[in-house]
């Protein structure tokens, strides 16, 4: 940012082809269209500037704040983007810290989560994993003192918040009730019921539901598990090398272990964790990956922040701190910030 004299707005990496409507123009990157949302929330007034509307505008949540923090004024909305994800960033990770502490584990492990790149590297990008994955976070630190109500609230303000957080939400929702959390159901519901409201408006508005695999040029899910890797391989044998020695020991193999540890621990358990189901569904996740996310460093560092948050809460929870020593070494990843 000091090279553009301390502007905010560069942290969006604006393009001109959604900015100016310049169909040769630079694309720019995702959180432009944060703060485009911010600066103009109306959505026939900013449908033109997002590249899937329906997409970018269901992550209603941060650019709304923003814009009610600097009160609707547009030199300050930058600003309040990068203060919101710099408090949330410190907040998830402080509410982590504690919430691992009163399982019994040193809070230092909260930095796996801390500084991991892939909410790191939002922060100074105006997105908004930082904000989505305090609030789940925070459900879960509540869901442990067993406050269902503002858990359930929690969890579903992280819906407009990110979609990804659904994969949470399922948690919540399909874990076997323990004894204080027997009306949970009920509050998450509510929650999702109104996210599924938000996203038939987005229909109705924008002619297609948020929900989907990515922005413009994005592919589908994939049908066989990790193909979205094994597909880059149509850049060239190197190529395919080089993610291939990255990404198997980074996301892949951690991803297998998570579906295979927590699917062993419902079989043990004879139930089913909540903890257990993030980590399960978070890692299935990354197995139908699409490969326009794979083939994107950042894109798959981003998507994996359910996968990290999950290892890290079952983790603690069914006591592998093998499983937490070995996570630190994803903070290696930090170098993807030096390209």
């Given at each position: 940012?000091?090279?553009?004299?301390?502007?905010?707005?560069?942290?969006?990496?604006?393009?001109?082809?959604?900015?100016?409507?310049?169909?040769?123009?630079?694309?720019?990157?995702?959180?432009?269209?944060?703060?485009?949302?911010?600066?103009?929330?109306?959505?026939?007034?900013?449908?033109?500037?997002?590249?899937?509307?329906?997409?970018?505008?269901?992550?209603?949540?941060?650019?709304?704040?923003?814009?009610?923090?600097?009160?609707?004024?547009?030199?300050?909305?930058?600003?309040?983007?990068?203060?919101?994800?710099?408090?949330?960033?410190?907040?998830?990770?402080?509410?982590?810290?504690?919430?691992?502490?009163?399982?019994?584990?040193?809070?230092?492990?909260?930095?796996?989560?801390?500084?991991?790149?892939?909410?790191?590297?939002?922060?100074?990008?105006?997105?908004?994993?930082?904000?989505?994955?305090?609030?789940?976070?925070?459900?879960?630190?509540?869901?442990?003192?067993?406050?269902?109500?503002?858990?359930?609230?929690?969890?579903?303000?992280?819906?407009?918040?990110?979609?990804?957080?659904?994969?949470?939400?399922?948690?919540?929702?399909?874990?076997?009730?323990?004894?204080?959390?027997?009306?949970?159901?009920?509050?998450?519901?509510?929650?999702?019921?109104?996210?599924?409201?938000?996203?038939?408006?987005?229909?109705?508005?924008?002619?297609?539901?948020?929900?989907?695999?990515?922005?413009?040029?994005?592919?589908?899910?994939?049908?066989?598990?990790?193909?979205?890797?094994?597909?880059?391989?149509?850049?060239?044998?190197?190529?395919?090398?080089?993610?291939?020695?990255?990404?198997i020991p980074t996301i892949v193999l951690p991803s297998l272990?998570?579906?295979?540890?927590?699917?062993?621990?419902?079989?043990?358990?004879?139930?089913?964790?909540?903890?257990?189901?993030?980590?399960?569904?978070?890692?299935?996740?990354?197995?139908?990956?699409?490969?326009?996310?794979?083939?994107?460093?950042?894109?798959?560092?981003?998507?994996?922040?359910?996968?990290?948050?999950?290892?890290?809460?079952?983790?603690?929870?069914?006591?592998?701190?093998?499983?937490?020593?070995?996570?630190?070494?994803?903070?290696?990843?930090?170098?993807?910030?030096?390209?």
């Amino acid at each position: 940012m000091a090279p553009s004299g301390f502007d905010p707005t560069t942290l969006a990496e604006v393009g001109g082809r959604y900015a100016e409507l310049e169909p040769d123009a630079e694309p720019g990157y995702d959180g432009q269209f944060t703060l485009f949302i911010a600066l103009e929330p109306d959505p026939q007034q900013v449908a033109a500037h997002l590249d899937v509307p329906a997409y970018r505008y269901q992550r209603i949540l941060l650019p709304i704040t923003a814009r009610l923090l600097a009160f609707a004024q547009p030199g300050l909305i930058p600003w309040t983007l990068l203060l919101i994800n710099l408090a949330a960033l410190f907040a998830g990770t402080r509410l982590l810290a504690g919430l691992i502490a009163g399982r019994g584990y040193a809070p230092a492990y909260a930095l796996i989560y801390g500084l991991w790149v892939g909410v790191i590297a939002p922060v100074g990008l105006d997105l908004h994993e930082p904000l989505a994955y305090a609030l789940v976070i925070l459900s879960f630190v509540l869901a442990d003192r067993r406050q269902a109500g503002p858990a359930a609230l929690a969890i579903s303000l992280a819906l407009f918040a990110k979609e990804t957080t659904l994969l949470f939400w399922l948690a919540l929702l399909a874990a076997e009730p323990s004894r204080g959390w027997t009306r949970s159901r009920t509050w998450l519901a509510c929650g999702g019921a109104i996210f599924m409201l938000w996203q038939g408006w987005l229909w109705v508005t924008f002619g297609s539901p948020g929900l989907g695999s990515g922005g413009d040029m994005a592919t589908g899910f994939e049908l066989i598990p990790y193909m979205g890797l094994w597909k880059i391989g149509a850049y060239g044998w190197r190529v395919l090398l080089l993610f291939a020695l990255i990404l198997i020991p980074t996301i892949v193999l951690p991803s297998l272990w998570g579906v295979i540890a927590s699917i062993r621990t419902f079989l043990r358990q004879r139930s089913f964790h909540r903890d257990a189901l993030a980590l399960s569904i978070n890692s299935l996740m990354i197995a139908f990956t699409p490969y326009s996310t794979f083939r994107e460093p950042l894109g798959i560092v981003r998507l994996a922040d359910g996968m990290v948050l999950g290892l890290i809460l079952y983790s603690t929870q069914f006591h592998n701190k093998r499983a937490l020593n070995f996570a630190y070494f994803w903070i290696a990843f930090l170098f993807l910030l030096i390209q």
